[in-house]
C-alpha cells in the first residue's frame, strides 16, 4: 500500500512538473511571437512612412479620384477648366492638376488609343492646349493596371517662348469620363524634383 503511494505521489509531482514545463514553454512562445509581431510592424510602418514621406493626400470622392501631392502645396483656384490644382508655395510653377472630360459611346481606354497614340492627342490638349505659346513633346509612353483599372502614364517635355518644362500624367477612364491628372515642373528643377513627382503620379487613382 505504501509503496502505492508513493508510485502515485511521484507521478502527481511528473505530471505536475510536465504541466509547469509546458506552461513555461508556452509562454516563451508567445513572447517570441509578440516579438516578432512588433518587428513586422514596425517595419511595414518604416516602409509606408518612407514611400509616402512629405507628401498628403487628397481625395474626391464625388469626382471619383484621389492622389497625393507634396507637404506644403496649396489648392488654386482656376478658370481654365481644371478640376482641382495644387501648386508649390515656393517654387509656384511647379503644381498638379485633374482635367475631367467626358467620353463619347462610353468608350474604355484602350479603346481611345495606345499610350502612344493617346499620349499625343494630349499634347495638344490639356498639355499644350492651342494659343497657349506652348509646345509639348512626347517623350514616353507606358501603362499599368491597378486594382482592374488601367492607366497610360506619359512625359512630356514642353516648350514656351519663357521656359523649358518637363510634365508627367497619368491618364484614365472611370463612369464615362477621362481623367487626366498631370504634375509640371521646370526642366531646371526636374532632376531635384523627378522622384517625388513619380511617387505623385503613381499615387494618382480613380474609382
Known amino acids: 500500500m505504501r509503496d502505492r503511494t508513493v ?48 507628401l498628403k493626400s487628397y481625395v474626391d470622392a464625388i469626382g471619383g479620384y484621389e492622389f497625393l501631392y507634396p507637404n506644403g ?11 482641382i490644382v495644387f501648386h508649390d508655395l515656393i517654387e509656384v510653377s511647379e503644381n ?30 490639356p498639355i499644350a492646349p492651342p494659343d497657349s505659346g506652348r509646345e509639348a513633346e512626347l517623350v514616353n509612353a507606358a501603362q499599368r493596371e491597378v486594382k482592374g483599372k488601367k492607366y497610360y502614364l506619359l512625359e512630356y517635355a514642353v516648350k514656351s517662348n519663357q521656359q523649358e518644362r518637363h510634365n ?24 531635384k524634383v523627378q522622384k517625388q513627382f513619380e511617387s505623385v503620379v503613381d499615387s494618382f487613382l480613380v474609382y
Open 168 to 191: 508627367l500624367a497619368s491618364v484614365a477612364v472611370s463612369r464615362g469620363k477621362l481623367y487626366t491628372f498631370n504634375a509640371s515642373a521646370p526642366e531646371k528643377r526636374w532632376k
Open 96 to 125: 498638379v492638376s485633374v482635367v475631367v472630360s467626358p467620353v463619347a459611346d462610353g468608350k474604355t481606354l484602350a479603346e481611345l488609343g495606345t499610350p502612344s497614340e493617346v499620349g499625343y492627342k494630349l499634347s495638344k490638349s
Open 73 to 83: 502645396w496649396l489648392p488654386v483656384k482656376v478658370s481654365n477648366g481644371a478640376d
Open 7 to 54: 508510485l502515485y505521489t511521484i507521478e502527481a509531482i511528473t505530471i505536475r512538473y510536465l504541466a509547469y514545463k509546458s506552461k513555461i514553454i508556452f509562454l516563451m512562445l508567445k513572447k517570441i511571437a509578440a516579438f516578432l509581431l512588433v518587428i513586422a510592424v514596425t517595419f511595414n510602418l518604416a516602409s509606408c512612412a518612407t514611400a509616402g514621406a512629405g
